[in-house]
């Protein structure tokens, strides 16, 4: 049962214009959620992140925003760049006292950068 | 800044062999997860610890152990390799303290079981 879903395995962006990467859950204890970039041999490398009392959340270039109601959040790149091509996983966690309840994962969504 | 640190990178092992991943978390993260990652898949948690001790589980086979040590470094201990454990094992470590904590990824051990 696949609680986290990112529903498109693969996008392609020409350079310089918006990235919009989605993701949808079906837990609703899930109250944290993260995106994470992968490049082929390497781990994960955490990019942004959000809490359920937020809608949104800026750092940089990228933007999470998260629909509650909807199960939905989705991540911004603007502007998206060549070195933004990699794999991108959301992820979902619960809260806890100690903040250190395990990840689920998305499938992954494939971004590609057109020069 | 220093990362999360596994080793070894690779590892080939035959069917049936025994195997052991180490960890060593990021400094002064108290909390070590270990992910596994089939070709094609996304992530799936393991098991994880909390001050050396096991704080959560997942799917993990019972041929597999894990440990945290006192220096908070983590080993994954794989026996009875069977094909279907070829994978990539990333560990993650977090710090405690406040209701939510990223995780940060080592660059994974790519175990390949003939």
């Known amino acids: 049962d696949q609680q986290v879903k990112q529903n498109s395995p693969s996008l392609s962006v020409q350079e310089g214009r918006i990235s919009i990467l989605n993701c949808d859950y079906t837990n609703s204890m899930f109250d944290y959620f993260l995106w994470y970039k992968k490049y082929p041999a390497e781990g994960p490398t955490f990019l942004i992140s959000i809490s359920s009392i937020k809608d949104k959340n800026e750092d940089g270039r990228f933007t999470v925003f998260l629909n509650k109601s909807a199960k939905h959040l989705s991540l911004h790149i603007v502007p998206s760049q060549p070195g933004d091509s990699a794999v991108y996983f959301c992820a979902a966690s619960a809260a806890s006292n100690f903040g250190n309840e395990k990840l689920t994962f998305g499938t992954g969504t494939r971004l590609t950068i057109i020069p | 800044a220093a990362g999360v640190i596994q080793s070894p990178r690779h590892l080939i092992k035959e069917k049936r062999e025994t195997a052991t991943l180490k960890c060593y978390p990021i400094p002064r993260h108290d909390t070590v997860y270990w992910y596994q990652q089939g070709p094609g898949q996304d992530p799936q948690f393991l098991i994880s610890?909390?001050?050396?001790?096991?704080?959560d589980k997942g799917s993990i086979p019972d041929r597999f152990s894990a440990q945290q040590f006192s220096d908070y470094h983590s080993e994954l201990n794989m026996s009875s390799l069977e094909l279907g454990d070829s994978a990539l094992y990333f560990c993650?470590?977090?710090?405690?303290?406040?209701?939510?904590?990223?995780?940060?990824f080592g660059p994974g051990t790519r175990l390949t079981v003939l």
């Open positions: 993650a470590s977090s710090s405690s303290g406040r209701f939510y904590n990223e995780q940060f």
């Open positions: 610890f909390y001050e050396k001790m096991q704080s």
